[in-house]
């Protein structure tokens, strides 16, 4: 709640005019608690989890030709039922694991700082925290997630996020309850390190989501513009960890391909990727074009008799 009962107090007591954005905040949060506003963050969540997979899950019902060649697995299909029961499940958890976690939560994001006051973030100040939250979110998340790869961990937590071998949007925050217990650690620790404003909360929390649902939507769009982003992973990066399922040692990280990189765990993917190279390349040679890829159709798995045959 702000400290100001009209606007012109909240102009005084900043010693300037309110900014539009500022007014806005204003008429909207002045009368409501922190927690209520804090609560809000439920509401944003449930918008993204059911909202922002519609379009790529449309495509993924209806194969529309044109986007059809952008599809990572052409030929893992789901049926709308089983599209249906993906996000019945997700709601599921949502509404007894993901809404009540916000509501608890609450006093640990009194304690870290996040304020709901004036004056509001410039820009600046919203692209930096993001920036820390995203890197300090890929770093601790790539650590927990290779852990969650061990026998006891894949067996007993992690087996059920890769039930889907190609992922779809709604897959994204498809989890067992445990993980997304664990999971929300990666999320809490940037904005515990760098605490901002409310509103940057929200925007880390929409952006993170939208991210992992970009990640598994199944579809790899060479006009997306999360690719000018520097070592940004991607869906067909993160696709691949699903498609190699439990076995799978490659390509853990959240967010970005650095820590992969270094700690040399997306050697196969690498490997995939220059065979399929070499056979795109070597079919273009016999004036062929002959997407390779075997059991799902897709660019994840080529073995070197695909360079041998004809
Ligand atoms: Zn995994
Ligand atoms: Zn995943």
């Known amino acids: 709640m702000l400290p100001y009962q009209t606007l012109d107090e909240a102009s005084d007591a900043l010693g300037r005019n309110l900014t539009y954005a ?4 204003f008429q909207y949060s002045a009368r409501k608690s922190d927690y209520f506003l804090y609560c809000h963050t439920i509401l944003l969540l449930f918008f993204v989890f059911s909202v922002v997979p519609l379009p790529l899950v449309f495509l993924e019902l209806a194969r529309l030709g044109g986007f059809e060649r952008f ?44 304020r709901t006051g004036f004056p509001l973030p410039s820009g600046w100040e919203i692209f930096a925290q993001l920036s820390v939250y995203f890197v300090v979110e890929d770093y601790s998340n790539y650590w927990i997630h290779r852990f969650l790869h061990n026998k006891w961990g894949y067996e007993k937590i992690h087996r059920v996020h ?27 620790l940037g904005p515990a390190m760098v605490p901002g404003h409310l509103i940057t909360f929200w925007l880390w929390i929409a952006l993170r989501q939208i991210e992992a649902i970009e990640t598994h939507s199944g579809y790899d769009f060479p006009w997306s513009p999360t690719k000018y982003i520097p070592f940004y992973g991607g869906a067909e ?71 041998k045959s004809d």
């Open 22 to 25: 500022e007014t806005l905040w």
């Open 71 to 114: 599809k990572i697995q052409p030929k893992a299909r789901l049926s709308s039922a089983q599209v249906f029961r993906c996000y019945k499940d997700v709601m599921r958890m949502f509404f007894f694991v993901v809404g009540p976690l916000q509501i608890v939560s609450y006093p640990s994001i009194r304690m870290i700082g996040i």
């Open 162 to 188: 890769h039930e889907y071998t190609a992922p779809i949007g709604f897959a994204a925050p498809y989890a067992h309850w445990a993980e997304v217990l664990i999971l929300g650690i990666p999320s809490f």
């Open 237 to 307: 990066y993160h696709d691949y960890h699903h498609y190699v399922g439990g076995q799978s040692q490659n390509n853990f990280a959240s967010v970005f391909t650095y820590c992969d990189y270094i700690y040399g765990t997306d050697k196969g993917y690498r490997y995939q990727k220059k065979l399929f190279q070499k056979v795109n390349h070597y079919y273009k040679l016999k004036g062929e074009l002959k997407a390779g890829g075997q059991q799902n159709g897709g660019s994840h798995h080529i073995s070197t008799q695909d360079l």
